[in-house]
C-alpha cells in the first residue's frame, strides 16, 4: 500500500496499530480527526518507505523514546506534522532526518533552547518550519543570521523568545516570517 489519507474526518478512538506494520507504506496523513491515546514515535520511525507523516490536530499524545542511538530510517521522512500533539521536546530522533523540508511542531507545549542543528541540519532543504505557540525562550547560539537556501515560511509566534532576531537569507522569491 503507497499511503492512508483520512484527514479532515471525525474518526475517533485509538489509531489502529496495524498502520505501522505496513513496511512499505509512504504517505500517512491521519491529521484533523479525533483521534486519541498516545503514539511512540519509534513505532513510526520502523516504517522504513515513510516520508510523510500528518498526525496534527488530533487529540494524541506524541511522545519520543530516545535511545541514545541514530535512527537509520529517518532518512526518508520529508514532512513532518505533529502540530498539537502535546510533544514537550523537539525529538531527538529529528536531528537525524536530514532531507525534512516540512515540519510543524505548532501548538505544542516544547519549552527551552531552539537547537542549532535545526539551521544546520535543514538547511538545503527546508521549506516550512512551523515551531509557533510553544514556550521556546531562545535559539542555541543565538544566530543572528539562518542560513536556509529554500526556506519559504519560518514560524516563530507565540513562544517566549527574546534576544537577537535571527535573519534567513533567503534565495527564494518570498519568504513569510513571523516572530
Not at 123 to 135: A, C, Q, R, V
Amino acid at each position: 500500500m503507497y499511503g492512508i489519507d483520512l484527514r479532515s474526518n471525525n474518526f475517533a478512538g485509538h489509531i489502529p496499530k496495524s498502520f505501522f506494520d505496513l513496511t512499505r507504506l509512504q504517505v500517512l496523513w491521519l491529521d484533523s480527526n479525533h483521534f486519541e491515546g498516545t503514539i511512540e514515535l519509534n513505532l513510526v520511525w520502523k516504517l522504513k518507505a515513510l516520508y510523510s507523516l500528518r498526525l496534527s490536530d488530533n487529540m494524541l499524545s506524541v511522545i519520543g523514546v530516545d535511545d541514545g542511538y541514530p535512527f537509520p530510517y529517518l532518512g526518508n521522512i520529508r514532512i513532518l506534522g505533529l502540530a498539537s500533539c502535546n510533544l514537550t521536546k523537539i525529538p531527538v530522533a529529528l536531528r537525524y532526518a536530514n532531507g525534512l523540508y516540512f515540519l510543524d511542531l505548532s501548538n505544542n507545549r516544547i519549552d527551552g533552547v531552539i537547537p542549532s542543528w535545526i539551521w544546520v541540519n535543514w538547511k538545503d532543504t527546508m521549506f516550512y518550519l512551523d515551531l509557533s505557540n510553544n514556550t521556546f525562550t531562545s535559539l542555541e547560539n543565538s544566530p543572528s543570521i539562518i542560513h536556509m537556501h529554500n526556506l519559504e515560511t519560518l514560524d516563530l509566534n507565540s513562544n517566549k523568545l527574546h534576544g537577537s532576531v535571527p535573519i534567513p537569507l533567503i534565495a527564494k522569491y518570498k519568504a513569510f516570517l513571523d516572530y
